[in-house]
């Protein structure tokens, strides 16, 4: 379903609301920009597949732009999931997330992209994981940008693929 953005003031009353401008946003990540906000998370394309959306508001939370990020391949069931967006030394952004291509193993890989302030892509890299599938991710992970310039992730992994399937009673 949609997702609704909020901004509150220091004491948590509403400032306003706004739904997200895309059908099917699974959010994950704020982050402030000098003129507002970028949201981050995942968005449903068509075909089961899911790309790394992000929203732009100003501080009023009118939308600014919006940008997908992905594989952009129209084959059936590839998806990257965007789970954490900050914001860089020069004031671009980092994305990071996982991808995974349903059609040739249920492996997932690290998936990481570099947007300047306006959305455009700079690069992405994607870290293979041959011992990682999609059903091991637990759904979190940050990013930060490190004093070198370089990039510090966390993901959360869950021990195998039966432990997910005992948590979801299968």
């Known amino acids: 379903g949609d997702q609704a953005i909020y901004k509150t003031d220091i ?26 906000y970028l949201f981050c998370g995942s ?26 990020y992905g594989s952009n391949n ?11 967006i900050k914001k860089t030394f020069d004031n671009g952004f980092i994305i990071a997330g996982f991808g995974t291509d349903y059609t040739s193993s249920l492996f997932s890989s690290i998936f990481l992209v570099r947007i ?3 959305g455009n892509t700079l690069w992405t890299k994607t870290h293979e994981q041959d011992k990682w599938t999609f059903y091991q991710f637990e759904n ?19 021990d195998s693929v039966q432990s997910y399937l005992e948590e979801q009673s299968i």
């Open 11 to 36: 004491n948590g009353n509403m400032v306003w609301e706004n739904n997200l401008h895309i059908h099917g946003f699974r959010g994950r990540s704020v982050e402030e920009t000098n003129d507002g």
């Open 43 to 68: 968005a449903y394309i068509g075909s089961g597949n899911f790309d790394i959306w992000v929203e732009k508001r100003d501080l009023s939370g009118n939308l600014a732009w919006h940008q997908s």
């Open 74 to 84: 129209s084959y059936p069931y590839n998806a990257e999931y965007g789970f954490s």
């Open 116 to 118: 300047d302030s306006a």
């Open 140 to 158: 979190d992970m940050s990013v930060i940008e490190t004093a070198d310039s370089g990039f510090a992730i966390i993901a959360g992994i869950k």
